[in-house]
């Protein structure tokens, strides 16, 4: 069992920056996979970024390529998401998720929200033209 707590949320003009941090309690993040998805309004939750255990393997979604910098400190049990160059279609609700099976598989992360374990609450990402 783990919980994750988002922060960092917040409306910004199109071209700034947010950093999005996800804190663990009740077990080590260290077993696990991490990601970040959004979810806008009426549409399916997306995949934006994912890191392995280790770290040895991050992706991101094609649209934040670029843009977006996924990272992990395990011993303070945290998840950041480093965007910048924000566009009005990032706006959404994001969500720090685990995932256990990264805990067998070191460098591997999945990009389906139906394969992560344990979600956060959500932080409000809105970003103004």
């Known amino acids: 069992q783990v919980q994750l707590v988002e922060s960092g949320g917040g409306s910004v003009q199109a071209g700034g920056s947010l950093r999005l941090s996800c804190v663990a309690s009740?077990?080590?993040?260290?077993?696990?996979?991490m990601a970040w998805f959004r979810q806008a309004p009426g549409k399916e939750r997306e995949f934006v970024a994912g890191?392995?255990?280790?770290?040895?393997?991050?992706g991101y979604v094609d649209s934040v390529k670029g843009r977006f910098t996924i990272s992990r400190d395990n011993a303070k049990n945290t998840v950041d998401l480093q965007m910048s160059s924000l566009k009005p279609e990032d706006t959404a609700v994001y969500y720090c998720?685990?995932?256990?099976?990264?805990?067998?598989?070191?460098?591997?992360?999945?990009?389906?929200?139906?394969?992560?374990?344990?979600w956060g609450q959500g932080t409000q990402v809105t970003v103004s033209s």
């Open positions: 998720a685990a995932d256990l099976e990264g805990f067998y598989r070191a460098s591997y992360y999945a990009r389906k929200a139906v394969d992560y374990d344990y």
């Open positions: 009740g077990r080590t993040l260290s077993n696990y996979a």
């Open positions: 890191i392995s255990r280790n770290s040895d393997s991050t």
